[in-house]
Every structure is written in C-alpha cells, then in structure tokens.
T-cell receptor
Framework: EPEVTQTPSHQVTQMGQEVILRCVPISNHLYFYWYRQILGQKVEFLVSFYNNEISEKSEIFDDQFSVERPDGSNFTLKIRSTKLEDSAMYFC????????????FGQGTRLTVV | GIQVEQSPPDLILQEGANSTLRCNFS?????LQWFHQNPWGQLINLFY???GTKQNGRLSATTVATERYSLLYISSSQTTDSGVYFC???????????FGAGTRLTVKP
C-alpha cells in the first residue's frame, strides 16, 4: 500500500540552527501538508501546498518556516533559527484532491531543540 | 474556523469492555478521519468517514454529517488499544484538517 514517508524519524538540533524535515508524499498526490504536535497537545495545521505554491497557512507558520518541493518526489519543511519551543512532532500528509478525499499521514519526525 | 470537540477527554476501561468516543464539529465537513496515536507518536489512520458507517474488526465508526458528529466504537477492548484517539475534519473548500484535542484511552488488563 502506498505510504507517506518522512525522514529523519528523530532529529536533535542546537537552538539557533536551521533544520530541514523531509517527506516523500504518495506519488500521484497533488496536495501536501505539514502539521505540528507539541508534546501532550493536539495536532495543529501548519501549511498546505499545491502546484509549487502555498495554498493556506496558519498563524503558526510565520517567517521562520518555509516549504519547498525541490524535485518531483520530495516535500520539505525548513525551520530557520530554531527555538526551544519548536520542539515537537512534525507530520507530513498528502491527498489526491483538494477536498473530499482522504489525507494520508507520514509517521512523523520528532524534533528536539536543545 | 471550524471547531472540533472530542469527548470524553479520558477513558479508563477494563480489558474486554466496550466504549464509544464522540467527535462534534461546528460546520459542514468534506472529510472526517479517526486516528489512533501509538506510544511512539505515530498517527495510525483508522477510518476515513465523512458520512455513513464503516467497520474494521473490533472498531466501527459512524458519522452523521447533518447533525455534525461522529462516533468511534471499540468493542472487546484490548490493552493494545490504549493511546490517544483523534478526530480530524476538513471543511468543504479544502483538505486542511483540524484536529480535536483527543480522547486518551487506557485499557487495563
């Protein structure tokens, strides 16, 4: 069964460093998403991406964050100048259509900022 | 934006018991999914169920879209069912999902 894959599964970074989280969406999907879950809290929407552009973004997704589809298979989330409060589980998801369709989630990347 | 409320927030069961988890949402939706978050933090998709009823083994789900709620039933619970169950919805015009706060289920042997 096709699946969304995320790498790495766990990343530890120093405060102030930049990190790139990587995702490979399902191959025929056109819509891509990033979500964040701070430990013990609910999953929060960050951004959606289609046709090489951001479709929607939440108030969490400020200038510290950026997304990119650098090639035909990868979808990345870049976090600049990481802060302690960026420590969280980050989930990538993809769907075939914009609405009315199942979203498939990756297994997540646990980011720890020290 | 759309609001998602899950109840109860916590649920403790003895192994073998049945349970019902509820998800209420504040607006019309085009997508509703139930997830189980395992101890490693992974989101396991249980159901894609914007309307109707589905069953998968001991689990089943029903969404009544016109009344804006969904129910997840767990029968003959096992200790491996423990974890947090999330409901997530997306409005009609996109697939940007909004999650509820979850129900933490503990099944005791």
């Amino acid at each position: 069964e096709p699946e969304v894959t995320q790498t790495p599964s766990h990343q530890v970074t120093q405060m102030g460093q930049e990190v790139i989280l990587r995702c490979v969406p399902i191959s025929n999907h056109l819509y891509f998403y990033w979500y964040r879950q701070i430990l013990g809290q609910k999953v929060e929407f960050l951004v959606s991406f289609y046709n090489n552009e951001i479709s929607e973004k939440s108030e969490i997704f400020d200038d510290q964050f950026s997304v990119e589809r650098p090639d035909g298979s990868n979808f990345t989330l870049k976090i600049r100048s990481t802060k302690l409060e960026d420590s969280a589980m980050y989930f990538c998801a993809s769907s075939e259509f914009r609405g009315g369709t199942e979203a498939f989630f990756g297994q997540g990347t646990r980011l720890t900022v020290v | 934006g759309i609001q998602v409320e899950q109840s109860p927030p916590d649920l403790i069961l003895q192994e073998g018991a049945n349970s019902t988890l509820r998800c209420n949402f504040s607006d019309s939706v085009n997508n509703l999914q139930w997830f189980h978050q395992n101890p490693w933090g992974q989101l396991i998709n249980l159901f894609y169920i914007p309307s109707g009823t589905k069953q998968n083994g001991r689990l089943s789900a029903t969404t009544v879209a016109t009344e804006r709620y969904s129910l997840l039933y767990i029968s003959s619970s096992q200790t491996t069912d423990s974890g947090v169950y999330f409901c997530a919805v997306a409005p009609y015009n996109n697939n940007d999902m909004r999650f509820g706060a979850g129900t933490r289920l503990t099944v005791k042997p």
